[in-house]
């Protein structure tokens, strides 16, 4: 009976351990921290990619390579929230920090944007990849 019930578990073991994401190299999809001098630049949220949500409201861990991310504005001066979906193919150990970009101020269209990235130290050691 003991051996019954110890498969399942080991089932779940072995699911839980395959979904990880930080098992093999992976990329960071998140909003950009830092505030844009450029008053044309705004913030956004990361939604979802690859109509997965994200994980946490900040960022989302991912595979390397194509994917479609989705992210939102909020509200705004008279604007409601919005959503925009766009490509961006990602490389591995590497986080990509995204925002907007609005046509104009006194409008309600804008684009994402992949405004910086930076290497991940620690996924590369992990991984031992060149740096």
């Known amino acids: 009976m003991k051996a019954s019930l110890a498969l ?3 089932l779940l073991a072995g699911a839980c351990a395959t979904t990880n994401p930080y098992a093999q190299p992976y990329s960071i999809i ?14 956004v949220l990361v939604n979802r ?7 946490d409201v900040h960022h989302a861990v991912v595979a390397p390579g194509p994917h479609e991310v989705t992210v939102d504005v909020g509200p705004r001066r008279g604007w409601p ?23 104009n101020r006194v409008g ?3 684009t994402p944007v992949v405004r910086s ?10 991984f031992a990849m060149a740096k």
């Open 8 to 10: 399942p578990f080991l």
């Open 108 to 110: 309600a269209e804008w």
């Open 30 to 43: 998140e909003d950009d921290p830092i505030r844009s001098a450029d008053p044309n630049v705004i913030h």
């Open 81 to 103: 929230s919005s959503q925009h979906t766009f490509p961006l193919t990602t490389e591995p150990c590497r986080r990509y920090y995204v925002s907007a970009r609005l046509d």
């Open 49 to 55: 990619v690859d109509d997965r949500n994200a994980t």
């Open 117 to 126: 990235s930076d290497r991940i130290a620690e996924c590369e050691a992990k």
